[in-house]
T-cell receptor, first 117, second 114 residues
């Protein structure tokens, strides 16, 4: 079974702080993703990565950055946290790799509920 | 502009009956569709998918139907069980675009009543 682990289930931070959300997957997947989930808005893609040190912006990248130094680990960074970044953050991974066609499901972690005060 | 739409925020179905969840999309480039199930305080769990070259895919109690001309897909659950109560998300992607993320609908909360 694919295991995607997010380091914290709940996190409370203050406005202006730099916040790191960590995600690790154990299936040697090439692709990793960060989403946020808000009531009435579904899941929205923040950033994704298809290889180590590679990153691409998703639909709502403003106020965020990411880091992928190792294949299994994908970090989401809130450079200066604001109250509108209070949300549920979900990390996902998918297989990817040579010959990858895109028809692969993504596997999600259990999420980090982040509150910015 | 919402590219994947789930117009029913909630749906209540009696246990043992069929649950039908609907999803519409506007981007004709989408060629891979998925359904995810989500319980509170857990991440979404992949349920079933369908490629645009097919019109039906079945896995146990779950069947997904795709109508490309109408840009519509539906998830059928037969028979519905209490453990099916969850939020269901429809998602789509353009597979030829590479490792892009999925575009999700807002979800439908399915409630199975005893």
């Amino acid at each position: 079974d694919v295991k995607v682990t997010q380091s914290s289930r709940y996190l409370v931070k203050r406005t202006g702080e730099k916040v790191f959300l960590e995600c690790v997957q154990d299936m040697d997947h090439e692709n990793m993703f960060w989403y946020r989930q808000d009531p009435g808005l579904g899941l929205r893609l923040i950033y994704f990565s298809y290889d180590v040190k590679m990153k691409e912006k998703g639909d709502i990248p403003e106020g965020y950055s990411v880091s992928r130094e190792k294949k299994e680990r994908f970090s989401l960074i809130l450079e200066s946290a604001s109250t509108n970044q209070t949300s549920m953050y979900l990390c996902a991974s998918s297989l990817g790799g040579v010959g990858w066609s895109g028809n692969q499901p993504q596997h999600f972690g259990d999420g980090t509920r982040l509150s910015i005060l | 502009d919402q590219q994947v739409k789930q117009n029913s925020p909630s749906l209540s179905v009696q246990e043992g009956r069929i649950s039908i969840l609907n999803c519409d999309y506007t981007n004709s480039m989408f060629d891979y569709f998925l359904w995810y199930k989500k319980y509170p305080a857990e991440g979404p769990t992949f349920l079933i998918s369908i490629s645009s070259i097919k019109d039906k895919n079945e896995d146990g109690r779950f069947t997904v139907f795709l109508n490309k001309s109408a840009k519509h897909l539906s998830l059928h659950i037969v028979p519905s069980q209490p453990g099916d109560s969850a939020v269901y998300f429809c998602a789509a992607s353009v597979s030829a675009r590479g490792a892009d993320g999925l575009t999700f609908g807002k979800g439908t909360h399915l409630i199975i009543q005893p």
